[in-house]
Nanobody, 126 residues
């Protein structure tokens, strides 16, 4: 099993930046694709960004493309989501999730994830 803990959320003004972290423990982080999802109150959980286990590919939702950047540090067993030019519409609980990668198709949906963190709240004020 893999345990995931998100951190870095908080309150920021529109136009500002935040960097979220997802620390993994329990198994080798390097063999898992890592994804970020977010869920605003009363809304469905939506895909935000992902990086494959090999680090060779990244994926972004259209709503964050050009503003958010994913990265990972396998030695530290930690993934990151750098969020720039934040907008009030980005306000949500952000969840880290992983999916075992080798030999599997990349799937960017919540049901495909193997393990989840408990989330970190990001609030963007206008």
């Amino acid at each position: 099993q893999v345990q995931l803990v998100e951190s870095g959320g908080g309150l920021v003004q529109a136009g500002g930046s935040l960097r979220l972290s997802c620390a993994a423990s329990g198994r080798s982080f390097s063999t898992y694709d890592m994804d970020w999802f977010r869920q605003a109150p009363g809304k469905e959980r939506e895909f935000v960004a992902a990086v494959t286990w090999s680090g060779s590919n990244t994926y972004y939702a259209d709503s964050v493309k050009g503003r958010f950047t994913m990265s990972r540090d396998n030695a530290k067993r930690t993934g990151y989501l750098q969020m720039n030019s934040l907008e009030p519409e980005d306000t949500a609980v952000y969840y880290c999730a992983v999916r075992y990668g080798p030999g599997r198709t990349v799937i960017l949906t919540p049901v495909a994830m193997d393990y989840w963190g408990k989330g970190t709240l990001v609030t963007v004020s206008s």
